[in-house]
């Protein structure tokens, strides 16, 4: 069986990424190097100019307003080592034929590892494919999948577009495969991983999909089979759960979330922001305090506000959009989120179901988890914004608000 020849980086990306290496360092970065010379001769363009461009200025006024440079540099290299990674992704996904195929097989060798890694779940080598952690007030050591992941919620993150892409197919009909056998798959991942904020994301950008198209996926009788058989299901699951495991952690968390006494919950989303405005105060509300400068600046500060013990080491801001507006100040954020929404009507993300599904979920994620460095979650901005997948185009007018 002949094999393509992106199949290994795309094996690497999705499953094998910090495999063996120090916290921090993935091989794309190992590889962002070779990833700069194929995206210049492949594309005959230069692609680190017109980033230059954009963080030089941020850098001057970083420099003029105190950073510790060594910090400052380290994390400047590892954005650079991202952006190029991105900027051969995107390559990747314009001059590559046969995606499909591609998401076919990491599908197919993702479940494969989800059916291996339920036996290892019992063993006492199961931190090899899970990470024990403290989950919510009341459930401690608990066991999420991550495979060869650093963490659960970047493993859901990691699937979702395979998700998306394979449920797609199920809904419109055009799955090469059974369906009832992409069923297991495409919901086993989201069970063991055990992201809570990943999945309600999902089902929060399905339903805004459905209802911007309402009429036109209604009137399609595998969507209202589909939806029915998933209530039903859901009903039944839940009743299951009522009544025999009235205990169990999933109503633990949602009755943690909103009596507010999910801590992990309050630090990926408002808690972020405050501790983002407090180091901002800092140095500077418009520019941030820096690249590098959460663990420097906000050491003190998120110790004091969490009451963390003194040999506590561990400080960092566990949401995108917070992170980007303690680093890059209300200019950095404000023009994040005009690029993505200036991106959304340029490439007219709403004309094809998959892209405006990956844009929803990420424009929604970002203020719920993540951190700037989050390759999987480029990966997926750069899906929303490409239209890789043209057999995904809703094929008649949408609501003139959007043309």
Known sequence: ?????????????????????????????????????????????????????????????????????????????????????????YTFFKKTRNIEKIFWKLFIINFILCLIAIPVYFTSFNYILWIQQYLTEGVDNFLRLKLFTYEASYYATLFTPLFFFFALQVILKQNKHRALMLIPMLFLPYLLSFSIGV???????????????????????????????????????????????????????????????????RGRTFEAFILADKMLAEKSYVWGIGLGQVKIVGTEIIRDYYFYPMDYTVFAIPNAAAETLAI????????????????????????????????????????????????????????????????????????????
């Open 199 to 265: 999945v309600s994301v999902v089902v929060v950008a399905i339903t805004i999909t459905y209802l911007l198209y309402f009429k036109r996926l209604t009137s399609k009788r595998r969507v209202l089979n589909i939806i029915s058989f998933g209530a039903v299901m859901s009903i039944f699951f839940l009743a299951i759960l009522v009544v025999f495991f009235p205990d169990n952690p999933l109503f633990v968390r949602i009755v943690n979330i909103f009596s507010g006494t999910d801590s992990s919950g």
């Open 1 to 89: 069986m002949k094999v393509n020849k992106y199949f290994p980086f795309a094996f690497i990306y999705f499953f094998i990424n910090s495999l063996g290496l120090p916290f921090g360092l993935t091989y794309t970065t190992i590889l962002s190097p070779f990833f700069y010379w194929w995206v210049t001769t492949t594309r005959k363009v230069e692609i680190l100019l017109p980033f230059f461009s954009m963080i030089i200025a941020f850098g001057i006024i970083h420099y003029n307003n105190g950073v510790d440079l060594g910090s400052y540099i380290i994390s400047l290299f590892n954005l650079i080592a991202v952006y190029i990674f991105c900027q051969a992704a």
């Open 328 to 403: 890059f100040g209300w200019f950095g954020f404000s023009l994040r989120i005009f690029i993505e929404i200036f991106l959304f009507f340029r490439t007219k993300v709403w004309k094809n179901y998959y892209r405006l599904l990956l844009f929803l979920f990420v424009f929604l994620y970002q203020f719920t988890g993540s951190f700037i460095t989050n390759i999987a979650e480029y990966v997926i901005w750069i899906l929303a914004f490409t239209n890789v997948f043209p057999q995904f185009n809703v094929r008649d007018r949408v609501k003139k608000f959007l043309t």
